[in-house]
């Protein structure tokens, strides 16, 4: 058998709406630009993801459904891919209009129905990590002001039909089987049509971004206090892509940006990207001890202030891969965490 070669983006995306899968992008506030949500013209009528809470989002994805002949009156299902803003925003003002019902996967169901508070816990938990690796508390304070000034743009929903990791959602056309896949998030779940061997995969795999598997606290059920040691979440988002690289996926539709078409390529090489980031790492390390935030500045210049939290998950993910290895130990100096070279 000969592999075929992939399809353009283009062809992709005919072959996703011959489907009943159509795009809508959807502006957003933050630098990623449009967030996908697709429209599944199935019985349930379905939305995969929803855009931010704005007025602008709401606008476009109302006009965007008009060119397909719908209205958001008509959604019947919203299927949620993860717990990030760009994707759940608006998904309480869609259910006031149509009623929809609302499936994500189990473990997130806590975090959208209390989402001012939940959100509220993140950001205390990143302030703690980042203090933790040496970022200073002007800096934190800062990014937390920033932080809350964004959470307008998520809102809470109810979770109406809580989906567990290898479920099945029926529709009258097709079936998509549930998949968790954390790492960007803790809540990451791809939906895959293994007849048409098209997959869901939101921010779990993007085309022209490496997705960052942000630092985030873990997910907390209800009755449950979430844990509180630090994920390691590069390691775990490594773990789900070599999974989704099993998959005899032919088109990946993401997030952001086009689809992907070249799935086991593009994932050799992100996790090729990350061992090569995280040799870079040892090197600095080797060179002397450093804290997360030291090694952030010799990575990034600038950015590791500006983008504190981002740059900061960054380097401790490839951190966890050399701690895992055993090439890095990591010690406490009043209060900060540094990293040192084993010998
Ligand atoms: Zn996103």
Redesign the pocket.
Known sequence: MTAEPPLSAELALERAADAGIHTLRIP?P?A?GR?NTYLIEDEPLTLVDSGPNSGKSLDELEHQLAERGHSIDDIELIVLT?Q?I??IGLVEIIVGHSGADVAAIDRMVHFIEHFGEDAGKDDEFASAIMLRNGIPSDVVQALRSVSAAFRSWGAAAKVTRPLHDGARLEFRDRTLEVMHRPG?SPSDTVFWDAERRILFA??HL?KHISSNPLISRPLQRDGEEAEQERPKALLTYMESLRKTRELPAEIVLP??GDPVTDHVALIDKRLEFHRGRAEKIYGLIAEQPRNGYELAQALFGNVAVTQAYLTLSEVLGHVDLLLDDGRVTEHGREGVVYFEANG
């Open positions: 957003t933050f990623v967030v993860h990030h760009d994707h960007h939101a921010d993007i997030g952001h």
